[in-house]
């Protein structure tokens, strides 16, 4: 990061960043094509860090899996315009992360209900859901495995 002095590392920092994110953008590639994607998002701490997310069964998401399972990440939030005078005095505050890992489909029912459980607490806070297995049937679970991440604040 260029601008060491927004960068954050801290542990809380980031969970709090994190918690207040209500999407993540995931970045997807193959070969020399990019395809990025806004996604509701579940997290869990495991060795650092799982992101949770879910979608159809089918489509370009899955298709660039399948190819390249390397992916980037961002979410942010706390945004806040601010202005002056000159046009060069306004500007943006912000605390984002943005990083990298390793995202697979799960299939395993047991998992595929932690991840679901994941998304549920990140939106509605620590309840127990059920779900429709019709529905979880149709649905695929994604589980990103953050390789590293970094937060920044203005």
């Not at 809380?12 to 996604?39: G, H, W």
């Not at 998304?119 to 509605?124: D, G, L, P, R, S």
């Not at 620590?126 to 589980?143: C, G, I, Q």
Request: aromatic share 10%.
């Amino acid at each position: 990061m260029r601008r060491k002095d927004r960068e954050l590392t801290e542990p809380e920092m980031l969970r709090e960043i994190i918690s207040k994110s209500d999407v993540c953008r995931v970045a997807f590639a193959d070969n020399n094509m990019p395809y990025i994607v806004t996604m509701n998002f579940g997290y869990s701490e495991d060795g650092k860090g799982i992101l949770w997310f879910h979608c159809a069964n089918e489509g370009r998401k899955i298709e660039m899996i399948r190819k390249n399972n390397f992916v980037c990440f961002e979410m942010d939030t706390d945004h806040q315009i601010y202005g002056g005078e000159k046009g060069c005095d306004w500007g943006m505050s912000f605390s984002s992360i943005v990083g990298y890992g390793n995202i697979s489909v799960i299939s395993d029912n047991s998992l595929k209900t932690e991840g679901l459980n994941e998304i549920m607490k990140h939106y509605a806070g620590n309840r127990e859901f059920s779900y429709d297995e019709e529905v979880t049937a149709r649905t695929t679970l994604l589980r990103l495995d953050i390789l590293e991440m970094t937060g920044k604040r203005k």
